[in-house]
């Protein structure tokens, strides 16, 4: 499942959301778990893949 970066505009935290894509295309509301505001920002992050195979 992807984890999305969020900050908080009111208070400031940074943190993680687990979202999947359906749960994504729905247009969640998120809210801070500090100050429960909505006022929060998506942060653009990387990525890591993983395989199975040996390089």
């Known amino acids: 499942?992807?984890?999305?970066?969020?900050v908080c505009s009111k208070c400031g935290k940074a943190f993680v959301v687990f979202f999947s894509l359906k749960e994504l295309e729905a247009k969640p509301t998120v809210k801070c778990?500090?100050?429960?505001?909505?006022?929060?920002?998506?942060?653009i992050s990387g990525f890591?893949?993983?395989?199975?195979?040996?390089?």
Do not use: L
């Not at 499942?1 to 969020?6: A, H, K, L």
């Open 1 to 6: 499942m992807p984890e999305y970066e969020y």
């Open 33 to 43: 778990p500090q100050c429960q505001s909505d006022q929060v920002k998506k942060q």
């Open 48 to 55: 890591f893949a993983q395989t199975s195979k040996k390089s």
